[in-house]
């Protein structure tokens, strides 16, 4: 028979402190800045997609009312 090994015990990690230079960090906290400008587009389109899906929707829900009483 084979025996199975036991799965390595996982130990949690706790950051205590960062070192960076104060220079690096602005250039780090800027090139994030200029990465989520392209979610934030995405993110805008999505919701204008959603609310005219909605809005449609809605919009057909409340004619079909009018013109069935």
């Known amino acids: 028979m084979s025996?199975?090994?036991a799965a390595p015990s996982r130990?949690?990690?706790?950051?205590v402190d960062v070192q960076m230079?104060?220079?690096?960090m602005v250039v780090f906290i800027?090139?994030?800045a200029?990465?989520?400008?392209?979610?934030?587009?995405?993110?805008?389109?999505l919701a204008a997609?959603?609310?005219g899906v909605l809005g449609g929707t809605l919009a057909a829900l409340?004619?079909?009312?009018?013109?069935m009483s």
């Open 34 to 45: 200029l990465a989520s400008i392209p979610a934030l587009i995405i993110l805008v389109i």
């Open 11 to 15: 130990s949690e990690v706790t950051v």
């Open 30 to 32: 800027l090139k994030w």
């Open 62 to 67: 409340v004619g079909m009312g009018r013109v």
């Open 49 to 51: 997609v959603l609310a």
């Open 3 to 5: 025996e199975i090994a």
């Open 21 to 24: 230079p104060f220079g690096s």
